[in-house]
């Protein structure tokens, strides 16, 4: 059990650019959660996959925001066109079922320019 | 829909003392559950103790143990013995419905002085 990795740990960028994160569950965790935690408050929920799918999308997620999780192992949050807000800390999280505890990567801390 | 609240931003303890941290929700599933995590300054959030909603037993873990009041929708955290490894930000999370998605609180900053 090697934990719940996120790639990278920092990344600034200027405002436009567009951004690509990188999350790699525990293996055999079916269960993949998105969150964004931004200073001085807890995370909020993005989206989840189980397996491949993509089975709910919080209405923060705009259209500037997309996640995949091609053949359900890794995932990847990307930013389209980034704008000051998007700066927090983007955590990705795996359980093994549904009920079973989240376990969380160190996250990426996005700074914008 | 789902929320938490942690009514203190921060408390803190003497090192070998006893610290409460109060967490009050709110939800219409009749299945859920309730985590306390600690999150260490530029650390990874690391998962505290888990609570069943449909267990009436509360959770202990080592020095730290919960008082869950399903009525009244409360759900603390005891630190016994503090150490100085305990300072961190804690935050009260409650999961449910058909994603299990976590609903967290704002969070409280526990200092742990020597």
């Known amino acids: 059990d090697t934990g719940v990795s996120q790639d990278p740990r920092h990344k600034i960028t200027k405002r436009g650019q567009n951004v690509t994160f990188r999350c790699d569950p525990i293996?055999?965790?079916?269960?993949l959660y998105w969150y964004r935690q931004t200073l001085g408050q807890g995370p909020e929920f993005l989206t989840y996959f189980q397996n491949e799918a993509q089975l709910e999308k919080s209405r923060l997620l705009s259209d500037r925001f997309s996640a995949e999780r091609p053949k359900g192992s890794f995932s990847t949050l990307e930013i389209q066109r980034t704008e000051q807000g998007d700066s927090a800390m983007y955590l990705c999280?795996?359980?093994?079922?549904?009920?079973?505890?989240?376990?969380f990567g160190d996250g990426t801390r996005l700074s914008i320019l | 829909a789902q929320t938490v609240t942690q009514s203190q931003p921060e408390m803190s303890v003497q090192e070998a003392e006893t610290v409460t941290l109060s967490c009050t929700y709110d939800t219409s599933e009749s299945d859920y559950y309730l985590f306390w995590y600690k999150q260490p300054p530029s650390r990874q959030m690391i998962l505290v103790i888990r609570?069943?909603?449909?267990?009436?037993q509360n959770a202990t873990e080592n020095r730290f143990s919960v008082n869950f009041q399903k009525a009244a929708k409360s759900f603390s955290l005891k630190i016994s013995d503090s150490q100085l490894g305990d300072a961190a930000m804690y935050f009260c999370?409650?999961?449910?419905?058909?994603?299990?998605?976590?609903?967290f609180g704002k969070g409280t900053l526990l200092t742990v002085n020597p």
């Open positions: 293996s055999e965790h079916n269960r």
């Open positions: 999370a409650l999961s449910g419905g058909s994603n299990y998605k976590l609903t």
């Open positions: 999280a795996s359980s093994w079922t549904a009920n079973q505890p989240q376990h």
């Open positions: 609570q069943e909603a449909y267990k009436q």
